[in-house]
């Protein structure tokens, strides 16, 4: 019981690192200057290695084969990433409002972890903990540094806000197991980190002058976590598994 | 033969450098957490710098073969999940050998890591304070990008990590 439920929990994680990671290297070789081009691709690697690491616990855990065929031979209804990393990358304003909202909840997820009764999350929170502040940094700054900025990249920053504050629930959406996860003190559940991220959010937002939406306190529908996917899922998928799938008993 | 101690085996993987970073031994890293002698068999345990850090396995191979290579006995070698790697670690040797190789070595940390760690690094050319951060990342996870109003350097440092 607790062993399905440390897995529910870790591969909605690990999901999210890989997807988001995914989209975030689209940025190497694109990105508007060439710290940013750096930083996104950093931060990227950095997301991708969290991955493999929650992936790596995983095997131990559920007995899955090995983390490649895992990480690109699933099924999509098999992913449990939430809606907001599958989105494609639009502009610069829309991946930096993404990464933003993303790594405070992940931050917040890692600091509750620190707690956890399973002692190998609670070392992998301790790992992630100096790396994540380097990308909490980025995305304060930035967001801060546009938000009033000038005209445009107010509008740009409010515009994105907008579109990704509603998708950004979707990190919080409880899953089966949650109650169990709760009650074992794996974690403080998903109800407990969504405060927490709107408390942290909200005044990084208010120093970028930046409009904070109504929260969807009840988001409705299951997506992500349930294997429900947008339509932008699918093609992701096919792309970033495409090497592997030209022959996935290969060595690398 | 020669007699297998863990100062010796110690002294051996001295040879075994990161491939970032040329100067820089695995010792002088601080990435060996254990070395265990059992019967004549030698484990040797390790930790990645940065948890995505895609020299790992090269890394890990090299300590083994450097080993065998060397003692003519077993080697194995395991990622120690006990154990988190922070700048810390790097010994005062591995941060003079930095300087000299123009990347600035992170700060010893006394307690959580701060932004204000990021301000007054002293440049590796012209040894000026009068230098500011122009990225938090760089050409490998552990650097990050830095100006020197002094000199008009760029420079690369190795960022303390908790």
Known sequence: ?252 | METLTVPLLTEALQAVMDPEIPVLSVVDLGMITAIEILGDQVLVKMIPTFSACPAINVIRNNIRIELEKRFLVPVQVDIDPAVQWNSNRMSEAGREKLRRFRITPPEVMEGEWREEMLSGIACPFCQSHQTENRSLFGSTLCRALYYCKACGNLFEHFKPLE
């Open chain 1, 1 to 252: 019981m607790l062993r399905e439920a440390l897995a529910e929990l870790i591969t909605k994680m690990a999901d999210d690192e890989l997807i988001l990671g995914h989209r975030n290297s689209a940025w190497t070789g694109l990105g508007p200057i060439l710290e940013e081009d750096i930083a996104f691709s950093s931060m990227a690697q950095d997301k991708i290695g969290h991955a493999l690491a929650l992936y790596t616990l995983l095997r131990e855990l559920s007995g899955i084969k090995d983390m490649d065929h895992f990480a690109f031979g699933r099924q999509a209804d098999q992913f449990k990433c939430c809606h907001l990393v599958e989105y494609p990358n639009g502009e610069y304003d829309f991946s930096l409002m993404r990464h933003f909202l993303f790594d405070a909840a992940e931050t917040l997820r890692y600091e509750s972890l620190e707690d956890s009764s399973f002692e190998p999350l609670r070392q992998l929170s301790r790992k992630f903990r100096g790396e994540l502040k380097y990308h909490m940094l980025h995305g304060n700054t930035w967001v801060i540094q546009l938000g009033h900025g000038d005209e445009e990249s107010h509008a740009r920053m409010q515009g994105a806000l907008d579109a990704c504050f509603p998708l950004a629930f979707g990190i919080f959406e409880q899953g089966n197991r949650e109650a169990f996860l709760i009650d074992q003190q794996v974690y403080p559940g998903e109800r407990v980190l969504q405060e927490r991220w709107l408390e942290k959010i909200y005044p990084v937002l208010v120093k970028a002058s930046l409009n904070m939406p109504a929260p969807d306190l009840n988001p409705g529908t299951p997506g992500g976590r349930q294997g429900k996917h947008t339509v932008y899922f699918a093609p992701l998928l096919e792309e970033m598994s495409e090497v592997f799938r030209m022959d996935p008993e290969t060595a690398w």
